[in-house]
């Protein structure tokens, strides 16, 4: 591989450590040229057509840039979003992925997934935009993730649900407001009410 050829590749990953093959292709570079980066040791696999260069700079939410990438379209919820926005003590082992209800299921690639579908309101309110290794991956706020995690309280637990509202509060992430308004968005204004109760 030329030198010239090199530094076009380097180039393609300023601002960013991961770009999909396609991303490459659009910039001049085959399938092949791909290959034999990757033989002599200036690129790295990161997944299903997912490229970086080595040595790149990887931060605890490298998953999320990852997933982000992949799917531009899906939202970081529940889990991932609260260990993003630092208010639980929990680790999920998994990318939680807000989808809509119609979109495409990804296949599963080296990240593991944990879909869950939205429609509506309650899939485009409450969206933050974050860059994450140069990658936009789009999250929710800490307001439409603590009513998310009421929702979905059966399948994280309602212990998970309530720490995640007090660490919100305590941090000071959301106001009442906010709360009050992503519980009605969501449908549990009538679960939450009572320990938004506590709150003041």
Not at 14 to 30: I, K, V, W
Not at 54 to 76: F, M, Q
Request: glycine residues 8%; hydrophobic residues 40%.
């Amino acid at each position: 591989m030329t030198t010239a050829t090199q530094n076009r590749l380097r180039a393609a990953f300023h601002g960013t450590t991961l770009l999909r093959s396609r991303d490459l292709t659009a910039q001049g570079f085959n399938r092949a040229s791909l290959r034999q980066a990757v033989r002599a040791g200036l690129l790295e696999h990161a997944g299903r057509g997912l490229y970086r260069p080595p040595g790149a700079d990887i931060t605890e939410h490298h998953t999320l840039a990852e997933v982000g990438k992949r799917i531009p379209h899906g939202v970081i919820c529940l889990l991932s979003a609260l260990r993003f926005h630092g208010l639980t003590s929990q680790s999920p082992h998994e990318v939680w992925l807000a989808l809509d209800h119609k979109a495409w299921s990804p296949r599963p690639d080296g990240v593991g997934l944990r879909i869950v579908r939205f429609s509506g309101p309650v899939l485009h309110e409450g969206v933050e935009a974050h860059t994450i290794e140069g990658v936009p991956v789009r999250v929710y706020n800490p307001a439409k993730t603590v009513a998310d995690c009421f929702k979905f309280r059966h399948k994280i637990g309602l212990d998970v649900a309530i720490e995640a509202l007090r660490e919100t509060w305590r941090a000071r992430r959301a106001t009442m407001k906010d709360l009050e308004h992503y519980a009605r968005v969501d449908r549990v204004a009538r679960v939450m009410n009572p320990y938004l109760a506590t709150l003041t």
